[in-house]
């Protein structure tokens, strides 16, 4: 067999398919170029398969994430929504607040955009390949409701305490079962200091003993997610109702 058909297979056996995608040209360059060295032609090779993995991983890994749309912050019109402060959050994409293990609360009426910055976080974080996970509040309860049936409520909150970054949407008004409230606190306190966490939420603080059916468990709650916290409220109008004016009369 020649050389050449050799080297073909050998990297198809390897799988490194982007490096025989370009071994053609590399090759080429190796004859014509005398300044062209073989080092040379090993590290455009490599590079072409590891730039190659690093992005197939990064797409991985926001697709895992479950994210609900994949919108960055290059997607949000800062301009509309003035109490959003843009420095803030750019900040927040540098992913600092992770090296604190703080957490991030957006608080906001529906559609300011809390989904979206918390989905822009989270695939900034999925994207440098944090493990990253995206989960709706009546989703989780719903689990931990089950689990409290099945006496496994510590299985539930050993899962979601391996995700460096969990996202948990739309903290509002449910019918919540006081044990699921109860394994959402042993979540909160599980991940407390050790992993930072996301939520978003339509009620204030103050509601949240409402909010969980119990105010004692909301506090304990609270007093975990706010001690290490950046809380942005969001005071704007719905970017669904963005050139319409619907309260108008006709
Ligand atoms: N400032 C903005 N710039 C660009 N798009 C925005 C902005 N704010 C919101 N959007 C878009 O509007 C829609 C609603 O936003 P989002 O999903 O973040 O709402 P929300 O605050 O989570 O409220 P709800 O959960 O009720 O939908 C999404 O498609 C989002 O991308
Ligand atoms: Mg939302």
């Known amino acids: 067999m020649a050389l050449y058909t050799q080297l073909m297979n050998n990297l198809d056996t390897l ?14 360059k190796t004859i014509n170029d005398p300044n062209y060295s073989f080092t040379d032609a ?8 590891i730039t190659f993995r690093d992005e197939r991983a990064r797409k991985i890994n926001i697709t895992i994430s479950s994210f609900p749309y994949q919108k960055t912050l290059k997607d949000f019109d800062f301009t509309y929504q003035a109490t959003v402060s843009k420095e803030k959050i750019l900040d927040l994409a540098t992913l ?9 609360i957006f608080m906001g009426s529906p559609g300011v955009g809390r989904t979206h910055l918390a989905t822009a976080l989270g695939m900034e974080a999925a994207g440098q390949r944090i493990s990253t996970y995206f989960i709706n509040f009546a989703t989780l309860m719903e689990k931990f409701k089950q689990a409290s049936k099945e006496n ?58 409402e909010v969980f059916g119990d ?12 001690h290490h916290c950046e809380i942005i409220k969001i005071n704007g109008m719905s970017y669904r109702l963005k050139g319409k004016n619907i309260f108008e009369e006709d």
């Not at 090993?42 to 398969?49: G, P, Q, R, S, V």
């Not at 019918?175 to 991940?191: C, E, K, M, T, W």
């Not at 105010?215 to 706010?226: F, H, K, P, W």
């Open 215 to 226: 105010t004692v468990i909301a506090n304990a709650i609270l007093d975990r997610l706010v």
């Open 42 to 49: 090993l590290l455009d090779l490599t590079n072409a398969e």
């Open 15 to 28: 799988a490194l398919s982007k490096m025989k995608e370009n071994l053609e040209p590399v090759v080429n």
């Open 96 to 104: 600092r607040f992770m090296e604190n293990k703080s957490n991030v």
């Open 152 to 209: 496994r409520v510590e299985q539930v909150v050993k899962h979601y305490l391996k995700y460096s970054l969990l996202i948990i949407d739309e903290i509002g008004y449910l019918p919540i079962d006081r044990n699921a409230s109860y394994g959402f606190f042993q979540l909160v306190a599980a991940r407390y200091e050790k992993r930072s966490t996301i939520l978003t939420t339509n009620q204030p603080f103050s509601k949240w003993g």
